[in-house]
């Protein structure tokens, strides 16, 4: 079994107690948030177009958001281009403090710029911590006031249980989200900013001599499957907001709280052909639940996902020289060539040793 196995299964009523438990203790000072929100699975599968929920798991227990917390981040950014307050060619300077941010990072100095378009491509497909917070900088003034706006905006959209606390989703106790969340926000972001929403989609992004590559490993591997966004910390776990289209229809999935990539992957894929599997048969007038058909679900990302644990290398530098950038078959297939032309050379160097001697 594969998301039905997870132990998130609680009651409505359950999972609001711990909720109200742990957010208690926390302002008591009995424990602190990392200690109240331990890495746990949790799910949500929404139809992005009629808003009908068709999976939770824990919707509404406090998770980490990692860098999921930059798709609010985006989020607003695309509010400042829509109103016009911002330029997609604007600079966006980096400051002592954006440049100080973990990994990973994109790595400009104090005072050197990159316009709005490219700062939106490298925190949408690299996850750079510090073009995120120079872009919160830029919009809000500091970071601190940026943050004000993420959380005055999630109120707005209905995030109930969500507090933003920086715009990178760098470790803090304080940045909280849920399942449920996530998935309102991801559905704002495609229906309030549709044509900048194709950021999320972008596989690689060239900057200067290097390529990076996108950190969500789905795009490319799922009929339909365009964004949204990864993330990993020690205390949220593996996170993935996905959204795939297929036809006239477009699901979202939101994961939190996993394992390793392959798992969050895994269980994501899962979730949207389990969804986009019902929607079929709901058209033919059959009965079909998603928790019903994940048992026994065979999606592609079971078949193709490298069985490899990659760790938090997941939100960590990976920048790819164009040059040296090549699949690992290619790879392989030249490393075989050249030791056959080795082997070949190396024969041929010991005939000619052996004639001579004979000679």
């Not at 940026?146 to 304080?174: E, I, Q």
């Not at 849920?178 to 559905?187: E, F, H, N």
Request: proline fraction near 5%.
């Amino acid at each position: 079994m594969l998301l039905p196995t997870h132990p998130a299964h609680r009651s409505v009523s359950g999972a609001l107690a711990i909720w109200i438990a742990a957010t208690l203790a926390v302002l008591l000072g009995v424990i602190t948030p990392a200690q109240a929100i331990k890495p746990r699975y949790a799910a949500f599968l929404v139809d992005a177009n009629t808003r009908e929920t068709l999976y939770t798991n824990a919707p509404d227990e406090p998770r980490h958001p990692a860098s999921l917390t930059k798709m609010m981040t985006l989020y607003l950014t695309f509010d400042a281009l829509e109103s016009g307050r911002i330029k997609i060619s604007d600079p966006v300077f980096v400051s002592r403090h954006a440049a100080a941010q973990q990994p990973s990072r994109l790595g400009l100095a104090v005072g050197q710029s990159i316009s709005v378009d490219n700062a939106i491509s490298v925190v949408a497909v690299k996850s750079a911590n510090d073009i995120a917070v120079a872009l919160a900088e830029k919009l809000g003034g500091s970071e601190p006031a940026f943050v004000d706006m993420m959380n005055a905006k999630a109120r707005m959209l209905g995030m109930r249980n969500t507090h933003y606390a920086n715009a990178s989703g760098l470790t803090d106790s304080t940045n909280v989200t849920t399942a449920r969340d996530l998935a309102i926000l991801s559905v704002a972001l495609i229906h309030d900013h549709p044509r900048f929403y194709r950021y999320f989609g972008e596989r690689n992004f060239v900057w200067q001599r290097s390529t990076l590559i996108n950190h969500n490993h789905l795009l490319g591997k799922m009929v339909g499957l365009d964004g949204i966004k990864t993330g990993y910390t020690v205390d949220s776990g593996f996170t993935l907001a996905a959204s795939a289209e297929r036809g006239d229809r477009r699901l979202i999935a939101v994961v939190l709280g996993e394992p390793s990539i392959v798992v969050r992957n895994r269980d994501a894929a899962a979730l949207l052909e389990a969804g986009f599997s019902v929607l079929d048969r709901r058209a033919v007038g059959q009965v079909a639940t998603v928790a019903a058909m994940l048992p026994t679900l065979d999606h592609p990302a079971l078949r193709i996902e490298p069985p490899v644990e990659q760790g938090a290398a997941d939100d960590s530098d990976r920048r790819v020289s164009p040059r040296h950038h090549a699949a690992p078959a290619r790879h392989a297939r030249a490393t075989k060539a050249k030791a056959r032309t080795k082997a070949k050379h190396e024969s041929a160097t010991h005939r000619k040793a052996t004639h001579r001697h004979r000679r």
